[in-house]
């Protein structure tokens, strides 16, 4: 490969939550196995070299006071839209930049619900929202997906619509793809789920901060692109955080077709002027959603995918009563643990807790709803792969 996605990073004490922080406290590797955090979802891979080149660029000037969004910021958005998920229309005004897509959905919740008011999101659910959403006042119903005979997570219509009715909501978050099952939506279910929010005149979020990590046979098919009522109803939210790894330089964009909807959020963000720019995260993602960061990408979703080969087969092959959808997106992996637990009379608790010991940092799916599951992040080096799950068949499934 032309990119570097071997390289061991070191990140302790090089102020890396995944490195310096195991996510229970009084658990830690015990001595002699040095962590290998599969937690967070953030990659362990060195930088696209775009992104380096894009923000020494920038260092070469020594000053940074204030400054506006360049052109360049709308221009890179507008092309890597254009060229990786076919959108078509998108306008500089339909941009806007947001501190985080978490701060994104905060200002679109409170824009347009009140506290106490109740909102849709499908569950397992990614921990984000709940947090933010808890931290906000509004209450969360979930609508379970459920798993067909082949073990695809799908969305219950009926399910939500039933509920939505019967909470009287009209907020909805949809994530696509689908944080933590690595689910990527087809057209036809994303359209049917347009259907019943349409039906219910519910304003909907989309986060799709996965949409460039996709595997082979799969595509992306932003939320928006699915009929004229989706491209005015929705609000969506993508970053280049997931993909390149950017997160602590944090930087995120909507797309807001609608003006009114487009106004009224921007509006939140204003009152508390928390909306502005990183010009480091500007140039960043600049350097990402360049030629070469696209190139960069297409290596990276490569690797990935044998990290996910590797991870599904050793799983089938070793872990009994541990079973998982290989993603079609996303480097999560979502372990459903229930029959080993059953098996063997523990809680996901303890099981997680064997694993930290061992040095493989991994998370509770019970933080995303869902019973006696594991998170896993899978954007790692092979060598450090494959190091955690002899460790998983030696010390943990056993």
Known sequence: MKYDFTTVLDRRGKDSLAFDRVPFKGVKPDEGFDPIPMWIADMSFPAAPSVMAAIRRRLEMPNFGYFGLPKEYYDSIIHWQRVRNDVVGLLPEHIGYENGVLGGVSSAVQAFTSPGDKILIHSPTYVGFTHTIDNIGRVIVHSELKRDAGGVWRMDYEDMDRKIRENGIHFAIFCSPHNPTGRVWERREIEKAIEVYAANDCIVVSDEIWSDIIMPGYKHIPTQSVSEDARNRVIAFYAPSKTFSLAGLVGSYHVIYNKYLRDRVMRLSEMSHYNECNVLSTHALIGAFSPEGMEWTDEMCAVINENLDYACRFIAGNFRGVSCMRPQGTYML?????????????????????????????????????????????????????????????????
């Open 334 to 398: 979502f372990l459903d643990c229930a029959g080993y637990c059953g098996e063997h009379g523990i809680s996901i608790t303890e099981l997680q807790h064997r694993g930290i010991r061992c040095g493989v940092i991994w998370q509770n799916g019970e933080d995303f709803i869902w019973p006696r599951s594991i998170r896993m992040n899978l954007a790692l080096p092979k060598s450090r792969l494959t190091e955690a799950f002899d460790r998983l068949k030696k010390y943990v499934f056993i």
